[in-house]
């Protein structure tokens, strides 16, 4: 049975302490925990947040074997676009997704600030600039919700770096926080209420975001107004009473029977309050009666139109750099060759707790040969850091006297959940080739993959042309090759900063922050 609004109340009434208590956790790592005597019926929630990561296991090693979905632009480049209605669009298409595979809560969208270049989940994160995230996360989640499915507004708070991401303490005077680190959510919270919010790992002011009074219960309830439930991050549950008397609703991942054993203890022997128990339990189901119609008609949706919706977001994320003697759009008899292994080999989403396992992927090689049958293609650099002297000069052979289109940027390693970059540098190799390429090619027009800014400044004299594709979803070959022939006009523009240099960064001197 599924629970409906009007019986919330009645049903926590009925429920014993420990089926109250039971609700605070998952039953396992993606579903809400049931409650069989009450037919009270858990549902499941899904990484997010730019298309849906659904394992088809529970298995340690299945966290790239998922069932395929549409991998949409990463937040980095659906921020670039600046585009409130495309966001809605994105959203609802993400929405119809989630609900299809029957899923409540898309885990995501994530608007931690990005405070320095080097942080490596940037690409899931919208902006340096807390209004412009907080507009096109609020618009996502506008059309996921609209969908009849949930969000999970993440990382709640001062989640901006990778290292140590478990234990650092973000020490931050509360002016910072209220006018850096926290508008964003706020602004997301009024405009959206998005059905759920992640808590992050680390700590704030020394007190760990999952049982952070101050936070989860002074600013997001009684100053914003939110209704909905607070999640733990998978695994960032510390002192569970403590947190759930913070504020914190339900701990994830599940099952976690020792913790809901503490909550029944702490209530039984005074320590923690029955209301607070029984608000959790309500807001528990609240979210399951939120999800109720969606997970009773599933529906359907069109894999070849989401498809074009994402190819459609990818052009409109590209920004244009740079585009010296016009360059760019390409002309229709340009003679071309496209160089670069990226462009047979996409980037276009990064790794960890987001990655999608797509429906279709376009390469730009492809999308380029439809406008240019000739083009020539070498791939000029592997995807290992080792250098290739000969694969530079069969690049450098091919690309004389004819317009080379390069495909460059960040190799898979350098930027993922779980860790941060130590530079903000392409790879050597890249720059190597981009430079013996520009010496004998009419122009160079640079295509970048990157999750995050990375230099340009060491290299962009070689570079006639240097459109910024971020990592653009499935569709990004197909798309970013829209711009460049001019097919759409390129309207990205930066939603980050590329600094000059790292130490222009004003984080930089603190990042990554210590424990
Ligand atoms: C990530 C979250 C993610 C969760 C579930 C965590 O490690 O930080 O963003 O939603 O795992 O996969």
């Not at 898309?106 to 507009?135: H, Q, T, W």
Request: charged fraction near 25%; include cysteine.
């Amino acid at each position: 049975m599924s629970v409906s609004y009007d019986e919330i109340n009645s049903l926590v009434a009925q429920m014993t302490l420990e089926e109250k208590a039971s609700l605070c956790s998952g039953h396992d790592n993606w579903h809400i925990e049931s409650v069989e005597r009450l037919g009270v019926d858990g549902y499941m929630v899904t990484d997010g947040p730019h298309g849906l990561r659904k394992q088809n296991s529970d298995a340690v090693d299945s966290l790239y074997d998922s069932v395929p979905a549409t991998c949409f632009p990463t937040a980095a480049g659906l921020a670039s676009t600046w585009d409130r209605d495309l966001l809605v669009e994105v959203g609802r298409a993400l929405g119809k997704e989630t609900r299809a595979e029957s899923v409540a809560v898309l885990l995501g969208p994530g608007i931690n600030m990005k405070r320095s270049p080097l942080c490596g989940r940037n690409f899931e994160y919208f902006s340096e600039d807390p209004v412009l995230a907080g507009e096109l996360a609020a618009r996502l989640i506008e059309g996921i919700q609209g969908e009849g499915v949930g969000t999970s507004l993440k990382h709640f708070a001062a989640n901006n770096q990778e290292t140590d991401r478990l234990r650092v303490d973000a020490d931050i005077d509360e002016r910072t926080l209220r006018e850096i680190y926290l508008p964003a959510f706020e602004r997301v919270v009024r405009l959206a209420n998005p059905w759920t919010i992640m808590c992050s790992y680390n700590s704030i002011n020394g007190e760990f975001s999952s049982q952070n009074h101050w936070l989860l219960t002074e600013v997001l309830r009684d100053e914003w107004g939110y209704d909905g439930l607070v999640v733990s991050d998978w695994g960032a549950v510390v002192d569970r009473v403590k947190g759930l008397a913070a504020g914190l609703d339900l701990q994830m991942p599940g099952p976690a029977p020792r913790q809901d054993a503490q909550i029944v203890e702490a209530v039984r022997s005074g320590a923690l309050d029955e209301a607070i128990l029984d608000r959790t339990a309500e807001r528990v189901l609240l979210l399951l009666a939120r999800a109720r119609e969606a997970m009773a008609d599933p529906g359907s949706y069109d894999k070849a139109t989401h498809h074009a919706l994402a190819r459609k977001a990818a052009a409109e994320a590209a920004v244009l750099l740079k585009n010296e003697d016009d360059a760019l759009p390409l002309a229709p008899d340009t003679e071309i060759v496209v160089i670069g292994e990226f462009a047979r080999t996409p980037r276009y989403q990064g790794a960890g707790s987001s990655k999608v396992n797509p429906t279709q992927v376009d390469t730009a090689l492809d999308a380029l040969r439809e406008v240019y049958p000739a083009a020539a293609f070498a791939p000029g650099y592997t995807l290992s850091d080792e250098a290739d002297p000969a694969l530079v000069s069969e690049a450098q052979d091919a690309a004389r006297g004819k317009c080379a289109v390069l495909f460059l940027g960040l190799p898979p390693i350098d930027e993922s959940e779980g860790y941060d970059r130590e530079h903000m540098d392409i790879p050597a190799q890249q720059v190597d080739l981009l430079h013996a390429v520009a010496e004998v090619a009419t122009q160079t027009v640079v295509v970048l993959s990157n999750g995050s800014s990375v230099s340009v400044s060491p290299w962009r004299d070689d570079a006639t042309a240097i459109v910024e594709a971020w990592l653009g979803g499935q569709a990004s070959g197909s798309g970013v090759v829209d711009v460049l022939t001019g097919a759409v006009e390129p309207s990205g523009r930066l939603a980050e900063s590329i600094p000059m240099r790292l130490a222009d960064v004003p984080a930089q001197l603190n990042f990554p922050g210590e424990l």
